[in-house]
């Protein structure tokens, strides 16, 4: 079977975290992606987080179906061979600090020079131009900026951060959808272009009509804690046995369900219950329903007693529920990867399924370097250059 990216290139120069996840996903069906990182400073996220007898993990997951060199582009004999890699290449990702690719004979220009169908996918934490573009960005900074911490936490708490790479993830997302639309343009122009993908513009696409709420009323969004000022009840609600689970009722049918279920059908007679705004107006009540009829009783009585119901409700998982649930389970969403260093590691799939061309993960993160020889042989380089090379610290 064909995945839908064979015959596409990727050359991955980016690290931590949105460029390279972006490329992941590109490779997870069917894109060779070749991952470059400097000889000496391999991608930080080979350390991040917990290790298996020396062995990062979570690069495990970003590195996942990519074949790794090392080259050091600041290094003219190292850009020369970047440019060589790049002559029949389909995408370059990248999230140096803008001006860094120009400075090492590696701009847009000097690459569209030497392969004119090449997109290059240019990811920073502000953009590239603007008076923040040479910032350093993270996306710690984007869901501060975005508006996102801003509207996360309690209505007392400070402004919250997510304990994830969260808009690092989105801008992914974002990037992997932005080099498809670039690649099919393509298609009918016969011209690559540059995509320029600022880490603060993704996440807050993602947060709803903020902006034009402000705009229209000057109403600015509040924290709100696990509630919502569009509906209730909506929160999370503790059981008996000390689990948690969610009730969301964004459906007026849904919260009138609810209602019945934890016993308190007069609530629904009360005028204000008819809209979402005039539930969230009485939060206080309706949760106060809903959490003592649920506290009464262990998650596994609470979750299918609303099922029989047809009220939503879900279990609060963490990674141990994850792994047990029989849905999951069903849509393969968590997949048994072979690797070379650890034998098998799991993790999460590609996140969605095509029913002729799915995509795949073939292989974990690979080690440092691992395809250094066999991707650059492959351009012409004797064994006697690769050691040369290797030995000035360009390789």
């Known amino acids: 079977m064909t995945a839908p990216l064979d015959g596409i290139k990727v050359v991955d120069l980016a690290t931590l975290f949105a460029g390279p996840l972006a490329a992941a996903f590109l490779g997870d069906f069917g894109a060779d992606v070749i991952k470059v990182e400097h000889p000496a400073k391999p991608d930080p996220s080979r350390g991040h987080g917990p290790a298996r007898d020396g062995v990062g993990l979570w690069w495990k997951v970003l590195g996942r179906n990519k074949r790794t060199v090392t080259l050091n582009l600041s290094d003219p004999d190292g850009a020369a061979l970047l440019r060589r890699l790049l002559a029949d290449a389909d995408v370059l990702v990248e999230n140096f600090r803008p001006g860094t690719l120009e400075r090492w004979g590696l701009g847009p220009a000097e690459l569209h020079a030497v392969n004119p169908r090449l997109v290059v996918t240019r990811i920073s934490g502000f953009g590239q131009v603007g008076p923040y573009a040479r910032r350093p960005g993270f996306g710690t900074l984007a869901e501060a900026m975005s508006g996102f911490a801003a509207a996360t936490g309690e209505p007392d708490g400070p402004p919250t951060l997510p304990p994830f790479g969260l808009a690092d993830s989105v801008t992914a997302l974002a990037a992997a959808y932005a080099v498809m639309l670039a690649l099919r343009a393509r298609d009918v122009t016969g011209a690559g272009q540059v995509v320029d993908l600022a880490i603060i513009e993704p996440i807050m696409a993602m947060l709803g009509p903020q902006i034009t709420w402000y705009d229209q009323l000057g109403y600015l969004q509040p924290r709100l804690g696990n509630r919502s000022n569009n ?142 020889d066999a991707v650059f042989g492959a351009l012409g380089l004797s064994a006697d250059e690769l050691a040369a090379l290797r030995e000035r610290g360009v390789l």
């Open 231 to 372: 509906n209730a009840p909506r929160n999370t609600y503790r059981c008996a046995d000390g689990r948690w689970v969610a009730v969301s009722t964004s459906a007026q049918s849904i919260a009138e369900r609810v209602l019945r279920l934890v016993g308190r059908p007069e609530l629904i007679d009360e005028p204000w219950f008819a809209t979402g705004s005039g539930r969230a107006a009485h939060a206080d009540e309706l949760d106060a329903a809903v959490s003592a009829w649920v506290a009464k009783r262990v998650r596994d009585e609470v979750v299918a007693a609303f099922e029989e119901a047809q009220a939503a409700v879900a279990p609060v998982y963490d990674v141990r529920d994850i792994l047990a649930d029989p849905q999951y389970a069903a849509l393969g969403t968590v997949r048994t990867v072979p690797d070379e260093e650890l034998g098998e590691v799991r993790m999460q799939n590609v996140p969605f399924r095509l029913a002729d061309t799915p995509g795949e993960i073939r292989h974990a993160g690979r080690r440092h370097g691992q395809d250094t």
